[in-house]
Nanobody, 120 residues
């Protein structure tokens, strides 16, 4: 069974850090591009970051550039999103997704999401 499971969300104060994990089962992550997306209440889902399968190229939304870092550990079949200098506007449910490339319009596999709340 193909599955993606996110973890690592929680409540953090502004300026704090969290590391999200996206663990895969039923397939090998290193053959896929992995994207992180988020959706805040009342807002559309937006792409946050992506790491390609081919050469490990990384991409970031302007809103998180310089604060978030995506990485992958193929031995653990896991992709991470390190989030630093968190802001209240980063509050959202974060999802990871897998597909053939970062430019895919419709990702094939999705996790269930993990809540990130940035608040004092």
């Amino acid at each position: 069974q193909v599955q993606l499971v996110e973890s690592g969300g929680g409540l953090v104060q502004p300026g704090g850090s969290l590391r999200l994990s996206c663990a895969a089962s039923g397939f090998t992550l290193d053959y896929y591009a992995i994207g992180w997306f988020r959706q805040a209440p009342g807002k559309e889902r937006e792409g946050v970051s992506c790491i390609s399968s081919s050469d490990g190229s990384t991409y970031y939304a302007d809103s998180v550039k310089g604060r978030f870092t995506i990485s992958r550990d193929n031995a653990k079949n896991t992709v991470y999103l390190q989030m630093n200098s968190l802001k209240p506007e980063d509050t959202a449910v974060y999802y990871c997704a897998a597909d053939s490339s970062c430019g895919s319009r419709s990702y094939a596999y999705w996790g269930q999401g993990t809540q990130v709340t940035v608040s004092s």
